[in-house]
């Protein structure tokens, strides 16, 4: 009888090393979880249309075409994940995180936010739509540790 | 052979006129539309929670309960259009219509994006799951003409 | 530019006259709103099976034919409403009403609870799935008010 | 040709040792079947929301947020499942127990109740749903080795 | 307060007026039900294909685009409704009927049987996902109030 | 008993009158059925995204803003649809047709093709999906006909 | 690049040894396949309800105990499968295998039917769902090998 | 942690090598990807279905068996993969390809389109709902490792 592998979505910021300390915290515990990420090199994310399919004169086709290579990523790990946790960082709009969360609230997948305190008002319809609001990594591991060891 | 009946929910920015200006467009064009949106009066979004439910001492729970009670209004009304425009104002997080963009984008509803064009690097991940990003309200009226009558 | 017709199912006790308290209150606001109920007569209820389909010997079959015969039309007004309002009275098991707040959550119908406080401790899984908890038929009614017209 | 492994989700009561019997007497039969269940732990339960999260002054808050992390688990461990049997001890509410069986029937989930014959009437609903109503873990466990070997 | 209009779909048995009893049954009793049946003249239905589209060699092919012409039909209008009666006659082989019931059980529609008392054994399979089980158009008729007016 | 309202989507060919008559046959019946279809204005349909939305230098991106605005039309009008008619002309790619064809398949609406015999290989894949192939508008006529009035 | 293990289901007639051929035929190929069934012994297929949990006076509730607890069985394959392979045999009704290609049409689940061809007429509506129609188990096993290996 | 295998199918042209491109390609790279398509071999795709079943006078019900047992394998293998690559040539109708296309979007998988540049006008529609567009088979081979690897 082995134990259920989850599937955890780790979106949100990707500038501090939040996703880290989830991976240590749950490989410490030695839980069956797989962790997946959009991709988090910063350059790569935004460079990857036109580094691929060619130049464009225009920054917002730039953008188009390295968003779609992108969603191709994260709308299929999303729609594998069991598990989304959404992180919003202290800076920038982080829309991709808040878009992420209703993309998966849409598809009944139980969500935990990550933020500091400061976001909680600006994010109340998002949490209306999480099953747990965090501020640390540690609080994430723990929720994982439970839900998944009981 | 009645033509068919619209339905277009405004989601977002509650602070300028973009929905009423949206509304008198179609409205000179006598188009079978019927428009949707959320409750666009700030406070009473804010404050729907404790003055129909009861105080709360934290602002965490004051803002759950609101959301809650936004959130049956405003899922469904998005789970019953036929198209959700999103606008992203100049200010604030808006990350409730980011949200909104993401639960359209997972039920398969078209999606237009409004917005000024300086965000349009922080909402490429948007517009890739947006059929159309425009910059005015009128553009809007526009599609909504042409999507209606051809 | 007609408003929408929200259909709202009152499902649980049929004890005590809050169903009657919720749409006076609505009617009273001339709300758009189509209320919808299980047959709330209790003997009519437990009959139906063996009134329409001929008798039987156990008690269980009884039960089973009247059962399939109401889930004819519970559950087909539960897929047809917008909210799903699942009230608990002070007795008996009431489980029908737990029953149909769970299959209101699997298919993303918002769902309010209604209950007197004593009984939120047990009613923690239906509200964690619930988008508002009530006390009042009035409480209801204001959350149909708000969330009809805003 | 390698036998499909069954997920079989055990919902209910959490005072008696019916899931051990289940256990053991399907390990007995040697069947290729996976046991998922909620958190069994009743003070775990109650208490993950604030031991993990932080206090909370008002029970229903505590509750709300031990009941949003429980729900992770057991929504996901419901949906993963090939079958949910959901047991009714003789005390207490046990609401969440008919909360899984509606969710597990809009889900097209086999359901299999498990109860003591005095609760008959009350559960006609939940049975209706249900493709098979037990009293004994044996029964159970005679039906699992049925619908899985044949 | 508009009454919810129902619709009924009539599947199976072409060869006696059962349907007709239904309709006169439920229009005595000014029901808000609307009912849909597949084609009911037996050789319009079977020439259908070629009668429109050209004649075939093969009868297999015959039947093939006759069967075609009437799926449109019968599959949209199970789609559209509320409630499934399905009657399987004394003769042929009805496997039409057979198949709509599954079609409409895995659409999760409400299905009703009906049928004369020897077919009971053969029907077991289809009964166990049937919400009622009748043996007389008369029963039809009052599973129809009871579900529609209470 | 009011007869249902059939909404049928006329897909592709818009260089020859096969809509105007397919409309006309239908309205010669007095049938109940409103068609909708793509914008059939071929110029229009090219140029919408770039009229509405501004210039681009590269066709594709021209051409990528007017295929987003027509999907919100043709993709919210197939959704809607009870039957989709496809049509295949003599000439042109017409994968816009093809696509509509896959598109509704999977979304399981009833199809009808109608092109001239000699796509017939060509177009094999397509008729696998669809429930009846049509060489010629009165066909289509009959088809709705015997669907709707059987 | 492991090979794709299909799931096909072998629902309907269990008087003639046709699933072993077919498996037999599989097996010959050494083909990545999972066949499932119902479970095939007749008897047993009857009495489970009652020998499992207990005797009914009633055949029909004999029966419908039975049906329950195989449905627990049927259901979950069928829904798991990659194809579902349905035969009709010379004798009986068979209601429960066309039963079972409705269910799986509606489900999208590819079917191929298996019958001699004097049931081609009363089986046409089937076939019309039907992506293969075989006479003998040695063309399913064709059909397989094509599907698998191309 | 192990990786996510992902399913690739590679649907379209199938005169010029592109395939074993993308597979040489991938395979390279090492990464984890399950290659899979439609039979690619032209005559046995067109043949098969009167080799397997029996000879057929009229061209279309020779090319209807084909094409129903090649759906069998290609909408499985469509429903089961996380990205569709649809491949236009230079020559030909290729409409399955778009079909293929449309199936893919309505499921709401991710679509890599693949095609010379003098075919961008007459595919900007399937574009539309692709999330890249590439022209060599090295694209398509850089794109999955950007999605997949990051």
Redesign the interface.
Known sequence: ??A?Q?NIYLSGEIHSDWRDQIRAGVQALSLP?????P???HD?SDD??I???GPE?????K???????????????I??A??VVVR?GEQ?????????????????K?I?TLYPPQ????????????????ETPG?VV??IQ???V?
Chains 1, 2, 3, 4, 5, 6, 7, 8 share one sequence.
């Open positions: 009888m082995s259920k989850w979880v797989t962790f997946t990420t991709v988090t090199d790569a990857c249309g580094e691929i399919l004169n225009k920054a917002f086709w953008d188009h075409k390295a968003a779609g290579i992108n969603a191709i990523r994260t709308r299929t790990l729609r594998d069991d598990l919003f920038y709009k982080q829309w991709n995180a808040a878009f992420d969360a209703g993309f998966a609230a849409a598809l009944d139980p935990v976001h909680a008002h600006a994010l109340k319809e998002i949490d209306a739509a999480a099953l747990a609001t965090a609080q723990a929720i439970y839900v998944v009981g």
